[in-house]
């Protein structure tokens, strides 16, 4: 458990996700940084919605690119506020 997690809890395991939650959590391991980058900006946007993208959140806080690490952390502490 990442130490998001443990401030902010985890949603459920079986949160069920749209299309459009499903395809931006797929961008999220795209080669390009770019790419990461606006994926974790639009899953932060869509607040609670996407609570099926927390777990790669939490990874992606460690990308190798720092504004991929500021926005993944962004989104995920949206995510978990219900933003």
């Known amino acids: 458990m990442g130490l998001f997690s443990k401030l902010f809890g985890r949603g459920s395991a079986g949160d069920d996700s749209s299309p459009e939650v499903a395809a931006l959590i797929a961008q999220l391991d795209d080669a390009d940084a770019q790419v990461r980058l606006a994926a974790a900006i ?10 099926a993208a927390v777990s ?8 190798e690119d720092g504004d991929v690490c500021n926005a993944a952390a962004d ?9």
Do not use: H, M, Q, T
């Not at 639009?42 to 609570?51: V, Y």
């Not at 989104?75 to 933003?83: C, Q, T, V």
């Open 42 to 51: 639009a899953l932060g946007e869509l607040g609670s919605r996407a609570k």
């Open 56 to 63: 790669k959140l939490e990874v992606l806080i460690n990308d």
């Open 75 to 83: 989104a995920y502490s949206k995510i978990e506020r219900g933003f």
